[in-house]
């Protein structure tokens, strides 16, 4: 899978409008609502079936993804501020919000859903050095070394990365909201 060359080209996205995705447990994706679609400038038929990383921007820190997708695949819910790429190769920034679904019987996991709305500009702007920063480190030590770099500033600073994220977020309240009104709606 070739991933599209990023531009310097901000899509800036309707606060109003919400982009969700459903994978598989290998983060295959089966479904994308209409704005998904309409964002990441795929068609539906490019998007099913692929790997839900098509849509992963060069600049997200690996060390970002391997968080998120631990946690996840714990069936813990996770709230992350994540710069994604178009086809076209522009990029949009978006805070989201995972919820694994269990098989009733088995209790494994079968299937993910993604919930996301427009990142807000002061979180976009206050992530972006650190994950600068990861990157760079990701570069000469690798994932490990980024991964030692984030837990010492998460100590330095005396805060969880939940803590980090809800306060860049901001309205904590109104996000956690939506993301309860958007699972009910596709549960």
């Known amino acids: 899978m070739t991933h599209p060359t990023p531009i310097d080209h901000e899509i800036v996205l309707d606060p109003k409008r919400y982009i969700v995705s459903k994978t598989d447990p290998k983060g295959v994706i089966e479904y994308g ?3 998904f679609v ?3 400038g795929y068609t539906e038929a490019e998007l099913l079936g692929k790997p839900h990383s098509i849509i992963r921007h060069p ?5 970002v993804f391997k968080m998120m997708w631990d946690r996840i695949k714990q069936g813990q819910n996770i709230m992350a501020v ?3 790429l178009a086809k076209d190769g522009s990029y949009y920034w978006v805070v989201t919000e995972f919820e694994a679904k ?3 019987i088995t209790n ?9 709305k427009a990142a807000p500009k002061k979180a976009v702007e206050a992530i972006e050095p650190i994950y600068k920063k990861l990157l760079e480190i990701e570069k000469d030590g690798g994932m490990e070394a980024s991964e030692r770099y984030l837990r010492g500033y998460f100590e330095e600073k005396g805060i969880t990365y939940d803590e980090m994220i809800n306060d860049l977020v901001g309205n904590k309240g109104l996000f956690k909201t939506f993301f309860s009104l958007m699972k009910k709606l596709f549960s």
């Open 33 to 35: 609502n209409d704005y």
């Open 38 to 40: 309409e964002i990441s």
């Open 59 to 63: 600049d997200m820190p690996k060390i």
């Open 82 to 84: 994540v710069k994604n």
């Open 102 to 104: 269990k098989d009733p």
């Open 108 to 116: 494994e996991i079968i299937s993910y859903t993604a919930f996301r």
